[in-house]
């Protein structure tokens, strides 16, 4: 039981975080019930869709801060966004590379509007060259074969969608338009919550144990690149109408109709 509440706790302020401060998701108790079988849960995966899910929500508007694994999403910007990283440590292969990064001094008032405008101004200059591709090597898809799975990732009632061919350029390939992703056939909002649901089909849970056959196959999908700016023509025509090519607005803030 002492173990139990142990993971309970550690999970639930680590991978699983919400913004009750102070309590933790009771559904995180489902998977420690038996502590023989917990190696045999995908933790990193389940964090994943958490934080997948915290994201589409924290973007709404009227939503006030982001919850989830934030170690992972800041560890993720350094390993790829050399702009922002903080300094640096040395540390032994061994040891968690996210253990490595000093965290910043996080500043107030006016010093944090500014960093804030700062950080916006370098991401919408940002090129291919700003960006570390391949940061844990270019064979790391073949050392972890699950890194090109396809298809949702879940924890628990929560399933989102996981498309490595969205950013082959991680992998050294040449950037494709990417096929439509398995969608979840329903899904509800209350319209006093914040947060969805999404209702999917049952044959979803089947994809993740068999890997094999749900899995990217990058010599099919696309070809090696020399430089990660390389992509197909059509590409930036099928980005441009999907995200925003920019943060700022290109007349410094006053409104346009």
């Given at each position: 039981m002492?173990?139990?509440c142990?993971l309970?706790?550690l ?11 102070d309590?933790?998701?009771?559904v995180i ?12 849960y ?6 994943l ?5 915290q994201?589409g ?6 939503s ?5 694994c934030?170690t992972?999403l ?10 922002f990283?903080?300094?640096q ?5 061994d040891?968690?590379?996210?253990s ?13 509007r500014q ?7 370098l ?7 700003d960006v ?14 699950r890194?090109?799975?396809t ?9 989102e969608?996981y498309d ?6 991680q992998?050294?390939?040449r950037?494709?338009i990417?096929r439509?992703?398995?969608v ?10 914040s ?7 049952p044959?979803?849970n ?6 094999a ?9 696309s070809?090696p690149c020399e430089h990660?700016?390389?992509i197909?023509?059509?590409y ?11 943060i700022?607005h290109p007349?410094?803030?006053v409104?346009?109709?």
């Amino acid at each position: 039981m002492e173990v139990q509440c142990y993971l309970f706790v550690l999970l639930g302020s680590t991978l699983f975080v919400d913004k009750s401060r102070d309590r933790i998701r009771p559904v995180i108790n489902l998977f420690l019930k038996d502590h023989l079988q917990l190696t045999d849960y995908a933790w990193g995966a389940g964090a994943l869709a958490y934080l997948y899910r915290q994201l589409g929500v924290a973007i709404r508007a009227g939503s006030k801060g982001l919850c989830g694994c934030l170690t992972l999403l800041q560890a993720w910007i350094y390993e790829y966004f050399p702009l922002f990283r903080p300094s640096q440590l040395p540390q032994s292969p061994d040891a968690p590379r996210a253990s490595s990064w000093i965290s910043p001094r996080l500043p107030g008032g006016d010093e944090a509007r500014q960093r804030l405008a700062r950080y916006q101004q370098l991401l919408d200059e940002l090129s291919a060259d700003d960006v570390t591709w391949t940061p844990y090597g270019r064979d790391g898809h073949t050392d972890i074969p699950r890194s090109l799975y396809t298809g949702p990732i879940r924890f628990s009632d929560i399933a989102e969608g996981y498309d490595p061919a969205r950013c082959l350029r991680q992998f050294r390939y040449r950037q494709i338009i990417p096929r439509a992703m398995t969608v979840p056939h329903d899904q509800y909002r209350p319209a006093s919550d914040s947060s969805y649901i999404v209702f999917w089909d049952p044959w979803v849970n089947q994809l993740w144990d068999n890997v094999a056959a749900h899995r990217l196959d990058l010599n099919f999908a696309s070809r090696p690149c020399e430089h990660p700016s390389e992509i197909v023509e059509e590409y930036v025509d099928w980005f441009l109408i999907r995200s925003h090519p920019r943060i700022t607005h290109p007349t410094d803030g006053v409104p346009q109709p």
